[in-house]
């Protein structure tokens, strides 16, 4: 197909829209904006947005993994691990939203699309197929542990570098919403009876 040439005057005001534009990148990834009164030397700010951007993969790789675990769901627990995942889901879809927005008002650019994500992530693909609900449990409980020892390490050095705005969301925002989450799935693998207690033992 032709496309006719942008004319001279094509900076003046029109109703018809402009499609297939293109220009250079506004910033690149992996830096941050040189000039930001947030009272933060640019390299700790380097530092911080190189961090969170690794969270922020981890954190979007967790969050659809729970996505997949409540479609493909299946058993006798079924009703309430459907529903389970996809609350867990809408939480850690906060999360994410909170870790990017720090990112950029930190002056970095966050991580967004899903190739990048992948190529990023720390937490293992899980296959296409369905898979029995002790193994997403573990999937998930494997992907929080992922999550909840970098935030630990990233809380730590965000004190020492001086930088309590992201340590109070990483332990507030990701850290304990993910413990919570840990715990909610971890009592799913209790081995406990359903239908008849085990009877008690007389001591001799």
Same mark, same amino acid.
């Given at each position: 197909?032709?496309?006719?040439?942008?004319?001279?005057?094509?900076?003046?005001? *029109?109703?018809?829209?402009?499609?297939?534009?293109?220009?250079? /990148?506004?910033?690149?990834?992996?830096?941050?904006? *040189?000039?930001?009164? !947030?009272? !933060? /030397?640019?390299?700790?700010?380097?530092?911080?947005?190189?961090?969170?951007?690794?969270?922020? $993969?981890?954190?979007?790789?967790?969050?659809?993994?729970?996505?997949?675990? =409540?479609?493909?769901?299946?058993? $006798?627990?079924?009703?309430?691990?459907?529903?389970?995942?996809?609350? =867990?889901?809408?939480?850690?879809?906060?999360?994410?939203?909170?870790?990017?927005?720090?990112?950029?008002?930190?002056?970095?650019? @966050?991580?967004?699309?899903?190739?990048?994500?992948?190529? !990023?992530?720390?937490?293992?693909?899980?296959?296409?197929?369905?898979? /029995?609900?002790?193994?997403?449990?573990?999937?998930?409980?494997?992907? =929080?542990? #992922?999550?909840?020892?970098?935030?630990?390490?990233?809380?730590?050095? $965000?004190?020492?570098?001086?930088?309590?705005?992201?340590?109070?969301?990483?332990? @507030?925002?990701?850290?304990?919403?993910?413990?919570?989450? #840990?715990?909610?799935? *971890?009592?799913?693998? #209790?081995?406990?009876?359903? #239908? /008849?207690?085990?009877?008690?033992?007389?001591?001799?």
């Amino acid at each position: 197909m032709t496309r006719k040439p942008i004319s001279s005057n094509s900076n003046k005001a *029109s109703a018809q829209p402009r499609y297939h534009q293109s220009a250079r /990148e506004l910033q690149a990834f992996g830096t941050v904006t *040189s000039v930001m009164p !947030l009272q !933060l /030397e640019e390299p700790i700010r380097l530092e911080m947005t190189e961090q969170l951007n690794q969270l922020l $993969a981890d954190t979007m790789t967790l969050r659809d993994l729970y996505k997949k675990s =409540h479609w493909q769901v299946s058993g $006798a627990t079924f009703y309430q691990l459907h529903l389970l995942f996809d609350k =867990h889901y809408e939480e850690q879809n906060e999360i994410v939203d909170t870790i990017a927005e720090r990112i950029q008002l930190l002056g970095g650019v @966050s991580i967004a699309m899903a190739p990048d994500v992948a190529e !990023l992530t720390r937490i293992p693909r899980p296959p296409k197929g369905r898979e /029995e609900v002790p193994v997403q449990l573990s999937r998930l409980l494997d992907a =929080h542990e #992922v999550i909840i020892t970098h935030c630990r390490q990233l809380a730590e050095l $965000a004190t020492k570098l001086g930088d309590p705005g992201t340590n109070d969301l990483v332990v @507030s925002d990701v850290l304990r919403p993910s413990e919570l989450q #840990v715990w909610f799935l *971890s009592e799913h693998l #209790v081995n406990a009876p359903m #239908v /008849e207690a085990e009877p008690l033992r007389q001591s001799a």
